[in-house]
């Protein structure tokens, strides 16, 4: 089997502050950088259990640098650095089997889930897709099932696993907390969830014939509400894209992969716009 994990952060076990998650703290995100790794090979030796594994790992979050190699196994890719031109499903068209989804959280504007957000919250703050609002795991599941890729396996919190199910309905969740707010959680302790997480992983692999790549078929609309409006200022010069309001911009494709593209390069020109004069 070729196996393609994407790996974030926010979701990992005991993670509810962006102190965890933040690369430029020196006390807190050296911990929760391992955490987040030991996650990751958790996930990688529960889909071994249940059969051989190729695996490439996309490391997502942030900086897209995260991982310690020296948790990981010895014999799997990983794809890292920033920037990415397909971010958090940079090389997941290489003809892979099932996808993981580790570490990942609900969308901007849930309640009571920990840390959520879309891809950048200084920039998007809603996402539509044919008017289905999207959070990073319904978008990357999308663009994966362009290429005949279904996600097996969710780590996160109890919030992603519920909003995933509505879509995703045959997905595995390993629910490693409940969110009480936005910067706190009841957590399983890592060994816990690692033990979770490997069970689970194992679960997805052994069930996957019950798997389908999830699609938006035929022409797309993409909306988004932009942060800000100095973000939609820098977003609407994008040729294709309208402006039906002042925080509103729509995209209209052809295919999902047009649309996903769309959205990256809004959101990066996007961030120019949205950064202090």
Known sequence: MKLYISCDMEGTAGVCSWEQCDPNNTTEYPIYRRLMSREVRAAIEGARAAEPCDVLVNDSHSRMHNL????????????????????????????????????????????????????????????????IECDETLLNAAYLGEFGVPVLLLTGDEALCTSARKHLPWVRCAQVKRSTDYYSTDSLTPTAAIALIVETAREAVSCRAEARPFRFTGSVTLDIEAASVEAADYMALIPGFTRPGGRSLRFSAPNYVAAFQALIAAMRIGRGGADRA
């Open 68 to 131: 310690r190699f020296d948790e990981l196994p010895s014999d799997i890719r990983v794809l890292s650095g920033y920037r990415k031109a397909l971010s958090m499903v940079q090389g997941g068209d290489e003809g892979f089997d099932g996808a993981f989804f580790t570490g990942y959280h609900a969308g901007i504007g849930v309640e009571r889930a920990v840390l959520a957000h879309t891809y950048s919250p200084n920039v998007l703050y809603g996402v539509r897709i044919n008017g």
